[in-house]
Nanobody, 124 residues
Framework: QVQLVESGGGLVQAGGSLRLSCAAS????????MGWFRQAPGKEREIVAA????????HYADSVKGRFTISRDNAKNTAYLRMNSLKLEDTAVYYC?????????????????WGQGTQVTVSS
């Protein structure tokens, strides 16, 4: 069993930056692909960014390309999402998730483990 804990969310003005962290329990973090998802009120959960087991292959939603950066440190069992140039529409609860296997997908149901989420609110 793997447990994930997100941190780093908060209230930020438009144009600002935040870095989210996702700390995983257990010693098999490097065996999983991981993704960051978000869910705004009244909307479905959507992929934000994903990476394979090593961090060498990444994917970004079109809406965040060039602004967000996903990374992971397998030695620390931690993944990160650096968010720059935040926009009002980035407001959501952000979740990290792990998928068994080395490769990522963009489909939430294919991820086995989820964190509790961290709120990101971007104000004008």
């Amino acid at each position: 069993q793997v447990q994930l804990v997100e941190s780093g969310g908060g209230l930020v003005q438009a144009g600002g930056s935040l870095r989210l962290s996702c700390a995983a329990s257990g010693r098999t973090f490097s065996s999983y692909a991981m993704g960051w998802f978000r869910q705004a009120p009244g909307k479905e959960r959507e992929i934000v960014a994903a990476t394979n087991w090593s961090g060498g292959s990444t994917h970004y939603a079109d809406s965040v390309k060039g602004r967000f950066t996903i990374s992971r440190d397998n030695a620390k069992n931690t993944a990160y999402l650096r968010m720059n140039s935040l926009k009002l529409e980035d407001t959501a609860v952000y979740y990290c998730a792990l998928r068994r296997g080395n490769s990522f997908t963009t489909t939430p149901r294919e991820y086995a483990y989820w964190g509790q989420g961290t709120q990101v609110t971007v104000s004008s």
